[in-house]
């Protein structure tokens, strides 16, 4: 799919890998439409790309409906969504101070898992009424991790949910091909973005020992080069990518 001219959804994209694909689809001619929380730095972003900011929580259910309808209807149209929040929790399935809380679990899933699937459903529902270009109507590009494979102790429940990801995106892709719709997945290792970001080199040295090459922190920029090398290829359809140097997480 050409990117310019197009119309894009980014979900959490007000930070980090979310805003530096926000950045590179704007520069390739794109529009965008940020959606954050509200707290988030998202309307500044989206100033800065002449799109609009919509703010969401996207464990509202409610909410995200409301958003992303609302996104579609200030951009005209949906060719291109990117989702990336998400977040996790360190808790062992059974701790020193007892079995791994089922509440938190949930919440986890929620955050992670169920919000992807409520987002795409949306996205796909808006992609369907855009008229065909080769056949295609739109990307849907979602977050998992590389703790979807090798989760490390204490990552039960963030390794459950982005396995989730990575394991409906071929059923999804399935589900939406007869649409032109491509489903895709990326499974990034560590990324300087959030939490990590700033953090003294001797720590990012011993986080990404284990990689092959090159032995540091992924760049907001190389998940953006990703995204858009995904949206600009057709044959790309129903895999969840590695986006890791190589690298396979040690239990701890």
Do not use: W
Request: net charge negative; hydrophobic share 45%.
């Amino acid at each position: 799919m050409e990117i310019d001219g197009k119309k894009a959804v980014i979900v959490g994209g007000a930070s980090g890998m979310a805003r530096a694909a926000a950045q590179r689809l704007r520069g390739l001619g794109a529009s965008v439409a940020i959606l954050d929380l509200e707290s988030s730095d998202g309307s500044a972003v989206a100033e800065e790309l002449d799109g609009t900011f919509h703010a969401v929580d996207v464990t509202d259910d409610a909410g995200v409906e409301v958003a992303i309808a609302d996104a579609v209807a200030a951009l005209g149209g949906l060719h291109i969504a990117i989702n990336t929040a998400g977040g996790g929790i360190g808790q062992r399935t059974l701790g020193r101070e007892g079995p791994h809380s089922l509440d938190d679990f949930r919440g986890v899933i929620e955050l992670n898992l169920i919000a992807t699937f409520n987002l795409n459903r949306l996205q796909a529902a808006a992609m369907a009424d855009n008229e065909p270009e080769d056949g295609e109507r739109g990307v849907l590009i979602n977050t998992a991790s590389i703790a979807a494979f090798e989760g490390q102790i204490g990552q039960v429940a963030y390794s459950a949910a982005k396995a989730g990801i990575a394991g409906m995106t071929l059923t999804m892709a399935r589900d939406l091909g007869s649409l032109g719709i491509r489903v895709l997945s990326v499974a990034p290792s560590l990324f300087s973005t959030g939490i990590t970001e700033g953090i003294p080199d001797e720590f990012a040295d011993m986080l990404t020992k284990d990689a092959a090459f090159p032995k540091r922190m992924g760049r907001p920029d190389e998940y953006a080069r990703l995204a858009t090398a995904i949206v600009e290829n057709p044959m790309l359809h129903g895999s969840c990518i590695r986006l890791d140097a190589g690298q396979r997480f040690a239990p701890k």
